[in-house]
């Protein structure tokens, strides 16, 4: 996903394009071009919003949850993509899908520094911590 990313990144924007609010939009208009997945953007979830928040039509289908950091210097990308991760835990952000019925969901931070882009992401594990009728 890094290089994907990356390489929009470097066709498209301008190293002056460097907002939260623009990697927002950027990322939204990019997700929601798929006719397959359902895109919300800033959604309240858990104790906040999520960024980005991506699901499927179907439970069985795949859900995702994007947290966007915007660095402050190259060296600081994995960083803030790890805080972004965190922050998708700590906040709860998954907490929407799971009462949904969502079983597949994976958590991506991602952050950015002008035209790069450092992508992490963890499985939810938390899904399986829920009681099961």
Sequence with gaps: MRDILNGQLFDTISFFDSAENFY???LTGILSQSENYLVKSNRETGNGRSD???KS???RG???ILEIKISDCIDDLEEDAKKALKQIDEKRYAEELRTEGYR???CYGISFYRKDCEVCSLRDLS???APHN
């Design 127 to 129: 899904i399986d911590k």
């Design 52 to 54: 980005i928040m991506v």
């Design 24 to 26: 927002h939009g950027f």
């Design 62 to 64: 795949r859900s995702f």
């Design 57 to 59: 039509p179907s439970l």
């Design 104 to 106: 597949n969901i994976d």
